[in-house]
């Protein structure tokens, strides 16, 4: 399957997280990118809801491209990915993911995911990027991020930050974006 786009795609990596509901998400946004012919751009992991994502969009053949800190590289002996990027710090790692991509999506994780959010948010406020950024969230986990992010529009901290990013919570509307058929055309290149 020949992609002409990409979907970045940040989430947990632990090996830990044993929520069915967390990994049945990653298991239908996975299958949804690659019904919708998306690539994969990730954190070059085997492990939680990355895992799982990889896993199913590998299933049904699509392209992805991996990107791993110098600490994790040996990930790569586990992973077949059709692109491969070690890099030294994680400012690097992420812009990377966001610059190869067409669409960023986020699922439940942690703080490297939550740090993930905020970049790609920031990026968006401040016109580095023009992607469309999709919060995932069935189970409501990010509620509070949504309520702090109101809060600091309501403080005036920051102007009209829930608007850079769209908040789903039904594999069905996030088809309907997919379904959009973004395209690298689409995309504000700061080179």
Do not use: W
């Not at 299933?59 to 600490?71: M, W």
């Not at 992420?94 to 994780?109: A, H, P, Q, Y």
């Not at 509307?173 to 379904?179: N, P, S, T």
């Amino acid at each position: 399957m020949l992609e002409n786009k990409y979907a970045f795609v940040g989430c947990s990596s632990s090996s830990k997280v044993d929520n069915e509901q967390f990994l049945n998400e990653a298991k239908k946004v996975g299958i949804a990118l690659a019904h919708n012919k998306y690539g994969l751009v990730f954190g070059a992991c085997n492990y939680g809801l990355m895992g799982e994502i990889y896993r199913n969009m590998k299933a049904h053949g699509s392209s992805i491209i991996g990107v791993a800190p110098t600490l994790y590289k040996d990930d790569f002996k586990v992973l077949e990915c059709d692109e491969e990027y070690v890099l030294d710090t994680v400012n690097e790692r992420i812009s990377l993911m966001i610059d190869k991509s067409d669409i960023i999506i986020f699922l439940t994780g942690g703080t490297g995911t939550l740090e993930e959010i905020i970049i790609a948010i920031e990026m968006k406020r401040r016109k580095e990027i023009d992607k469309p950024i999709i919060i995932y969230d069935e189970t409501g986990f990010y509620l509070p991020l949504i309520e702090q992010l109101k809060s600091i529009e309501k403080y005036k901290f920051s102007d009209n930050c829930t608007t850079f990013f769209e908040y789903v919570t039904n594999i069905e509307a996030l088809d309907q974006i997919l379904k959009t058929n973004v395209t690298k055309a689409n995309i504000l290149r700061l080179d």
